[in-house]
């Protein structure tokens, strides 16, 4: 009967192939099943409660393990074939009549059987959708941490979920640009990426974590993730695709390299609430890396540096920023900015001398022009984020 079930029933197979002590633990339900039917039989009576026992604690734990039930449904029939032909075979060929009153046996305890699996699985069930958010919540801090693969049942719940050790994954952060996140708005989050089909028509494995939705897809590249992103986003309400953002980290082989991938995809979504948009990490350039990265520390610096040349910029109405930004798109060479912005090349230098005495940097010298780039776009990055915060608390 369990080697029928594991050769008959594909989810149950992938299991077993996970989970090398599985197929012992089936064979003995197996055996428990076959003698529960015996003693029912030679009662003379339908199986009772007790003698269902194992039955209904294989429908708890499937229920729990999120194993489909049309599955379990599946291998109770295999199993049922298996124990016919054991029946017919035993009887011979003039066995008929022990043939017939076996087999309404057998249809009794099967059906009694079935229902107290179906009952038990359903009932566990709805328990768990009242928890079902935290479950999984658990299991991906399990994976996380490596307990998962420590525990007995880890390898068996992964595949229940869907995760193969073999199959490349893709892990997605996303977000919402305006910090600190609502938790109610990341629900329709959560909720559009659970009902998309992804690259290869699997639906991902979703769960909300701290003031973010993570999504882990199988798929062998990053390029194809983004484009699902970016689809799902477009089916939003307007306002939320605009506010929202995400992180790709991976791809990854099997949930062993998850937590790496994951760990790129946090990165990614940080990069991306400076830039906006999706942002896979591998295709980020150090120094914007750097700059989304800096600390509370970094940025106050860049702030007092840059105080009195924002302030006479603000004054010029940009002149200051945009000449120097020029500057530097034209390797610092002032006749070739002159051009570009149409503009005689002592005007320009004018400018910068300017921009020198507001910060006391050179603008000729290769570290300092680097050190005024950094507290250029950090300031303005600093003050785009102290924006969005005083319009959110209007």
């Known amino acids: 009967m369990a080697r029928a079930c594991v050769e008959g029933v594909p989810a149950i197979a992938s299991i077993a192939s996970h989970d090398h002590a599985f197929p012992a633990r089936l064979s003995r339900l197996c055996t428990e099943h076959v003698f ?3 003693r029912s039989g030679r009662a003379g009576r339908p199986p009772e409660e007790a003698d269902l026992a ?3 604690e294989l429908g708890i734990r499937c229920a729990q393990d999120l194993f489909p039930l049309e599955a379990l449904v599946q291998g109770m029939q295999l199993g049922q074939r298996v124990l016919w032909n054991a029946i017919v075979d035993a009887a011979g060929p003039h066995g008929h009549e022990v043939v017939v009153a076996l087999t309404a046996r057998m249809l009794d305890y099967t059906h009694l059987a079935g229902y107290q699996l179906e009952m038990a699985y359903s009932e566990a069930q709805r328990q768990i959708r009242a928890v079902g958010e935290q479950a999984r919540v658990e299991f991906f801090e399990d994976a996380l941490s490596g307990r998962l693969f420590a525990r007995s049942d880890g390898p068996g719940q992964a595949a229940a979920l869907g995760f193969e050790p073999d199959t490349n ?3 997605v952060a996303v977000g919402l640009s305006t ?3 609502n ?3 990341l629900v329709p989050l959560r909720g559009a990426f659970e009902r998309r089909a992804w690259v290869d028509g699997r639906r991902p494995f979703v769960v909300m974590r701290g003031e973010h939705v993570v999504c882990v897809a199988a798929a062998r590249q990053t390029l194809p993730v983004r484009d699902t992103i970016i689809a799902t986003s477009a089916g939003m309400p307007a306002a939320l695709a605009a506010d929202m953002v995400a992180g790709i980290g991976g791809p990854c082989r099997g949930l062993a390299g998850m937590p790496r991938a994951y760990e790129h995809a ?5 990069h991306a609430r400076s830039v906006g948009g999706v942002v896979v990490l591998k295709d980020i350039g150090t120094f914007p890396y750097l700059l989304s990265s800096a600390d509370p520390t970094a940025r106050q610096l860049s702030t007092r540096r840059a105080e009195r040349l924002q302030t006479e910029n603000a004054r010029c109405h940009g002149l200051l920023a945009h000449t120097f930004a020029v500057y530097v798109d034209c390797n610092l060479n002032v006749i070739q900015a002159a051009n570009q912005l149409g503009l005689h090349p002592n005007t320009i230098r004018s400018r910068l001398a300017k921009v020198e005495r507001l910060t006391g940097l050179d603008t000729r010298r290769v570290m300092d022009v680097m050190e005024l780039v950094t507290v250029m776009k950090l300031s303005r990055m600093t003050d785009s984020r102290g924006t969005e915060g005083t319009t959110d608390q209007n």
């Open 183 to 185: 938790p109610e708005n």
């Open 36 to 38: 529960a039917l015996v």
């Open 169 to 171: 994954y893709v892990v």
């Open 54 to 56: 194992a039955v209904r």
């Open 179 to 181: 910090q600190p996140a």
């Open 266 to 270: 946090l990165l990614a979504l940080r």
